[in-house]
């Protein structure tokens, strides 16, 4: 019989080495609508456009950073947690697709140093996604960017 010390260790490993998935963003996402209201920019320009991330790269209609230093974080909430956030309440219309098939929304918080140069230093946040890994929604001036990832 094994000590318990060994089982737990195991375990503890395969939970290490089990690949993250709820925090994925490493794709390309395609821009596939808009929700709200257009202060500035004007959404047909962007829909039909797309948004990659791949490690530390990332290029696309809303972001850059070319190996600058990029890294990203996210916190997870429940979807009544997401959805009673003040900070998140642009998102209210889009709940029903946001939830759909999912029990946990993430939102990310994507930044680029820019090697350096403060010129080229960006955050892209609130980038959202959820548990069916397909969709995502990027909060931008008064309204939510739908992506899509095909």
Same mark, same amino acid.
């Given at each position: @019989?094994?000590?318990?010390?060994?089982?737990?260790?195991?375990? #503890?490993?395969?939970?290490?080495f089990t690949? =993250? !998935?709820?925090?994925?963003?490493?794709? $390309?996402?395609?821009?596939?609508?808009?929700?709200? +209201?257009?202060? #500035?920019?004007?959404? !047909?320009?962007?829909?039909?456009?797309? !948004?990659?991330?791949? $490690?530390?790269?990332? /290029?696309g209609v809303?972001?850059?950073?070319?190996? &600058?230093? !990029?890294?990203?974080?996210?916190? *997870?909430?429940? %979807?009544?947690?997401?959805?009673? %956030? *003040?900070?998140?309440?642009?998102?209210? *219309?889009?709940?029903? /697709? @946001?939830?759909?098939?999912? /029990?946990?929304?993430?939102?990310? $918080?994507?930044?680029? +140093?820019?090697?350096? %140069?403060? &010129?080229? $230093?960006?955050? @892209?946040? *609130?980038?959202?996604?959820?548990?069916?890994?397909?969709? =995502?929604?990027?909060? #931008?001036?008064?309204?939510?960017?739908?992506?899509?990832?095909?």
């Amino acid at each position: @019989m094994k000590p318990v010390s060994t089982i737990l260790a195991a375990a #503890f490993g395969a939970l290490l080495f089990t690949p =993250a !998935q709820a925090d994925f963003i490493d794709i $390309r996402w395609s821009v596939v609508g808009f929700t709200g +209201e257009a202060w #500035f920019i004007d959404p !047909q320009s962007v829909i039909g456009q797309s !948004q990659t991330f791949n $490690r530390g790269y990332a /290029e696309g209609v809303f972001y850059n950073c070319d190996y &600058a230093g !990029q890294s990203s974080s996210y916190t *997870p909430y429940d %979807n009544d947690a997401f959805f009673t %956030n *003040p900070e998140f309440e642009l998102f209210l *219309p889009l709940r029903e /697709e @946001m939830t759909l098939s999912s /029990e946990t929304l993430f939102v990310h $918080r994507i930044t680029c +140093e820019g090697g350096g %140069n403060p &010129a080229k $230093r960006h955050v @892209m946040y *609130p980038f959202v996604t959820n548990e069916a890994r397909k969709s =995502a929604w990027y909060l #931008f001036e008064g309204g939510v960017f739908s992506l899509y990832n095909p």
